[in-house]
């Protein structure tokens, strides 16, 4: 599992020209911060070790005051302005970055409570991607990402590859983001959204596009029938419990939207919005009690017995 | 050819099969049912409804925002719009066709009504359908002042009269 990797959500690691200019700026108020400092605490010092030195001649040297008085207001406002340009420079190559591409491929993210829809638009409705928690994205050339959300302000954060946006309700907010390398970046909810804000996370999955084709043409197929007589009998229960007010499965008569798209839930890294790793123990426990795991969380516990849930998750397994 | 005719004889007269008449009733068996009463009218002097149906979120703020959260996950606004009414009856007031105690309510969206509402029973977990009668009920002003309905981002009818 990659997600324990060091740096895999940090600012200060860039992985795209987005993130790389948001971290030159970083650079910029961290030397012109550092020099300001040091020059203060300097000539703090030497002040006081001067006063004690010469305590009677305080106020008569008018000249050498205005002098110091001067060249510190200067410096001062020298430092201002480039910090300023500089952020607006910045502001504005992160802002302009990517606009004008009308062959532009565009992904909608949706925030829910404590979840993130991840949608693949296409032309033909039968071709368009749903899934959850996961983005995928052709390395080397701009993405944009339209943000909305089903109930409260979230905000999205890629570290490694930008700014943090918000979704606010009602409206849908842009950015765009490229990835320079194939690599897993961890991202997070940044706005205090309820419960389980804090497991509230995604993984942004940058691919060659060749290997994202693939992986696209696969998300498009629909799931997988079952293999074995234990899946088919996970399947019915699938179909008979209240599983099918909020899922989805292509295929078959659940088409819900209010939980995450289950087509192919079996080839996904995480659970839960990035809560747990997708295997059977992980899976078991949460279609069990979600809440036992994210108190809050919105999928009520099913009754079933063991041998029911064991068919339910052999069906979900195959669901690849 | 005889024998045959009497196998076939006795045979008919073992297929004879007539209902069991116990014309002496059980006691047991004129036990009085306590329904959940839709209406006020009943023959001769009034008698109790259920009682053992007590909604568990009764006066529970959560439940409402929880229910009001589910209303519109559900689409009953497709049909009872947001407490106006529609295609489906309003429910912002305190006089319901079938009732409008918990249990009424529990009852109208567990097996449903007549002309188009439907049976939620077996579909939704039992929590969800007495959030939901928390949430319509807060709707119609019958719910305790302390758990009154959250804000809502969809236009809201505001509740014709005040409860009694």
Same mark, same amino acid.
């Given at each position: 599992?990659? +997600?324990?990797?060091? !740096? ?7 992985? !795209? ?7 030159? $700026? ?8 550092? *020099? ?8 703090? *010092?030497?002040? *006081? ?66 979840? &993130? ?24 050339? @701009?993405?944009? $990402? ?10 999205? &954060?890629?570290?490694? +590859? ?7 309700? !009602? ?37 060659? @596009? ?18 074995? @007589? ?10 008979? $419990? ?15 939207? +209010? ?11 995480? $659970? ?8 059977? !123990?992980?899976?078991?426990? &949460? ?21 029911? +849930? ?11 | ?22 014309? #002496?009733?059980? /006691? ?23 009682? /053992? ?38 429910? %912002? ?23 188009? %509402? ?14 939901? #009668?928390?949430? #319509? ?28």
């Amino acid at each position: 599992m990659t +997600l324990g990797l060091p !740096g895999i959500q940090s600012t200060l690691h860039p992985a !795209g020209p987005q993130a790389q200019r948001i971290l030159d $700026l970083f650079d910029v108020f961290l030397i012109v911060t550092t *020099v300001v400092f040091v020059i203060v605490v300097v000539l703090t *010092v030497a002040a *006081v070790v001067k006063g004690r030195r010469r305590r009677e001649a305080i106020g008569e040297d008018t000249r050498g005051m205005k002098l110091a008085v001067g060249t510190g207001a200067v410096l001062t406002i020298a430092a201002l302005i480039t910090l300023l340009v500089t952020s607006v420079a910045t502001g504005r190559a992160v802002g302009t970055f990517g606009g004008g591409n009308p062959d532009q491929m565009e992904i909608v993210v949706t925030g829910h409570q404590w979840w &993130w829809e991840v949608t693949y638009p296409d032309p033909q409705a039968s071709n368009t991607v749903r899934t959850a928690n996961e983005i995928h994205i052709p390395t080397g050339q @701009p993405i944009l $990402l339209r943000l909305a959300t089903r109930d409260v302000i979230h905000s999205l &954060w890629i570290p490694r +590859l930008h700014g943090k946006r918000d979704l606010i309700p !009602g409206r849908i907010n842009k950015i765009y983001i490229q990835a320079d390398a194939p690599g897993v970046f961890r991202a997070q909810c940044a706005e205090f959204c309820g419960l389980q804000h804090a497991h509230m996370s995604l993984v942004v999955i940058a691919q060659t @596009p060749g290997d994202f084709m693939q992986w696209k043409i696969h998300q498009q197929a629909p799931a997988n029938d079952p293999a074995t @007589p234990q899946q088919a009998h996970g399947r019915e229960l699938f179909l008979d $419990l209240p599983c099918i007010n909020c899922h989805a499965v292509t295929g078959t008569d659940a088409y819900a939207t +209010l939980g995450p798209d289950l087509t192919h839930v079996a080839s996904r890294k995480t $659970l839960a919005a990035g809560t747990l790793i997708n295997n059977h !123990g992980n899976l078991a426990g &949460w279609v069990s009690n979600a809440a036992a795991i994210k108190p809050g969380a919105q999928m009520p516990p099913i009754p079933m017995n063991g041998p029911e +849930l064991q068919d339910l998750l052999a069906y979900l397994e195959n669901l690849k | 050819m005889k024998r045959l005719a009497i196998l076939l004889a006795a045979c008919s007269l073992l297929a004879c099969h007539r209902e069991q008449r116990s014309l #002496v009733p059980r /006691a047991a068996d004129a036990r009085r049912t306590t329904p959940v009463r839709v209406s006020d009218l009943q023959p001769g002097r009034p008698q109790p409804a259920v009682t /053992a149906m007590k909604n568990p979120y009764e006066g529970n703020a959560w439940a409402v925002s929880e229910g009001q959260r589910l209303y519109s996950s559900y689409n009953c606004a497709g049909c009872h719009f947001h407490g106006g009414g529609g295609i489906g009856p309003p429910l %912002m007031d305190s006089e319901w066709l079938y009732g409008s105690t918990p249990a009424n309510i529990y009852t109208s969206i567990v097996e449903g009504r007549p002309n188009g %509402m439907p049976s939620f029973g077996g579909h939704i977990p039992e929590q969800q359908v007495w959030q939901l #009668v928390t949430y #319509v009920r807060a709707l119609g002003g019958l719910e305790p002042s302390g758990a009154t309905q959250p804000r809502a981002e969809e236009m809201q009818a505001r509740r014709a009269e005040e409860p009694k």
